[in-house]
């Protein structure tokens, strides 16, 4: 595997269910991101990890929940989600904050 | 706050060239980047300029930057199908290093 991987691409998941979404990134990066992308707004940061501690929560609602267990993964476990947090969720990563190498996505469907 | 701005839409014919413009308002900025995401995929970036150069070539691709004006602009030489996608600017100020600011994205769309 090179680059950013995210599993899974697609979840279809109830309001009632926990999940989570999984990165893993290959380039040696110090630096991991989530971000939120959803039709006609634009990209919205949500988290921000360097060596393993989170350095930006951008007001993300609690039913969002990180996890950086070291440089290489990350996290995003979801639980009691709403049908308005549909939306595709973009994982990166960069050395040093620069140059952000993207993920190809988890479209997220909740139902 | 910082803020990015590009146009939502583009058309341009197969062939021709495309030039895709942005504005942004942070002074501080320090680098500028150029992303690429085609359908049901995630971000590519495809090039960067550092703030304190004019202008960029990679192959098809000039970046040029007028910091003056704050305005970033991606020029494709002939342009393809395979060109067809959604362009973001996007920067990274010197006082929020963790935090890259994104436009909405253009869309460009390749006339036969």
């Known amino acids: 595997e090179t680059g950013v991987t995210q599993t899974p691409r697609h979840l279809v998941m109830g309001m009632t269910n926990k999940k989570s979404l999984k990165c893993e990134q290959h380039?040696?990066?110090?630096?991991m991101y989530w971000y939120k992308q959803s039709a006609k707004k634009p990209l919205e940061l949500m988290f921000v990890y360097n060596f393993k501690e989170q350095t930006e929560n951008n007001s993300v609602p609690s039913r969002f929940s990180p996890e950086c267990p070291n440089s290489s993964h990350l996290f995003l476990h979801l639980h009691t989600l709403q049908p308005e947090d549909s939306a595709l969720y973009l994982c990166?990563?960069?050395?040093?904050?620069?140059?952000?190498?993207f993920g190809p996505g988890t479209r997220l469907t909740v139902t | 706050g910082e803020d990015v701005e590009q146009s939502l839409f583009l058309s341009v014919r197969e062939g021709d060239s495309s030039v895709i413009n942005c504005t942004y308002t942070d002074s501080s900025s320090t680098y500028l980047y150029w992303y690429k995401q085609e359908p049901g995929a995630g971000l590519q970036l495809l090039t960067y300029i550092f703030s304190n150069m004019d202008m960029k070539q990679d192959q098809r691709l000039t970046v040029l930057l007028n910091k003056k004006d704050k305005h970033l602009s991606l020029r494709i030489a002939d342009t393809q199908t395979g060109d067809s996608a959604i362009y973001f600017c996007?920067?990274?100020?010197?006082?929020?290093?963790?935090?890259?600011?994104f436009g909405k994205g253009t869309r460009l769309h390749i006339l036969p």
């Open positions: 990166a990563s960069s050395q040093d904050y620069y140059e952000q190498y």
């Open positions: 380039l040696g990066h110090n630096a």
């Open positions: 996007a920067e990274n100020g010197v006082n929020r290093d963790d935090k890259i600011i």
